[in-house]
C-alpha cells in the first residue's frame, strides 16, 4: 500500500515539474514615497527602451535605454501614491514590440517578460529583468536590468498555468487515492 502511494506521489510530482517551468507575474506599488531606478545593464543583441506608466498601453516615459545609458545611471519617477501600480515595459526597437511587468496576458505573445529579485544596495530593493523576445526567448530575464527603490510593496502573483500544473499533480495524487480505496473493496 505504502509503494502505491508513493508510486502516485512520484507521477503526480512528475506531472507538476514537467511541464515546462511557470513563471510569476511581477508587479509593484506605491507607498506614497519616492520611487527611484537604477540601470543595471543590459545583455541583448535588439535595442531596447525601458520606460514606466501607469497604465498598460497609456502614456509612458523613457527611463534607459539598453545601449545608450551607463550602468548605475539612476531615475527619480517621484512620488508615487500608497497602492498605484508603477507598470515598466520594454520597447524592443528591432521588432517593434512592447513587453509589460505584471501578467502575461499584457504581451502580445500571453508571457510574462519580467522576473525579480530581492536586493540591498541603498535604497534600491529590488532587482527586475526583462526578456525582450516574442515566445520567450531563452528565459533568462537579462535582457534590460534594474533596480527600483522607494517601492517595498512587490507582489509576486503565480500565473494561472502554474495553479493549473499543481492542481493537475494533486489531481494524480487524488486519483490514486481513490483507486487504492476502489483495490480494497
Known amino acids: 500500500m505504502a509503494n ?9 510530482a512528475a506531472v507538476v515539474f ?4 511557470a513563471q510569476a507575474q511581477v508587479s509593484f506599488f506605491g507607498t506614497g514615497g519616492d520611487v527611484m531606478v537604477k540601470y543595471m545593464g543590459c545583455d541583448a543583441a535588439y535595442t531596447s527602451d525601458l520606460l514606466f506608466g501607469f497604465t498598460v498601453g497609456g502614456s509612458a516615459t523613457q527611463v534607459f535605454n539598453c545601449h545608450g545609458s551607463s550602468v548605475g545611471d539612476t531615475y527619480d519617477i517621484g ?3 500608497n ?4 507598470v515598466f515595459s520594454l520597447y524592443v526597437h528591432d521588432t517593434q514590440r512592447t513587453y509589460y511587468t505584471g501578467p502575461g496576458t499584457r504581451n502580445p505573445d500571453g508571457l ?16 527586475f529583468g526583462f ?3 516574442f515566445g520567450g526567448g531563452d528565459m533568462d530575464f537579462n535582457d534590460t536590468n534594474f533596480r527600483v527603490g522607494g517601492v517595498t510593496d512587490v507582489r509576486v502573483t503565480p500565473e494561472p498555468s502554474s495553479l493549473v500544473l499543481a492542481a493537475s499533480g494533486l489531481g494524480f495524487l487524488g486519483l490514486g487515492g481513490l483507486r487504492r480505496r476502489r483495490n480494497r473493496a
Open 112 to 127: 510574462v517578460h519580467a522576473a525579480a529579485f530581492a536586493v540591498s544596495d541603498g535604497i534600491y530593493t529590488t532587482q
Open 131 to 133: 526578456e525582450d523576445t
Open 18 to 21: 514537467a511541464a515546462a517551468p
Open 79 to 81: 512620488t508615487v501614491g
Open 83 to 86: 497602492g498605484v501600480e508603477v
Open 4 to 12: 502505491r502511494i508513493m508510486k502516485w506521489a512520484v507521477i503526480g
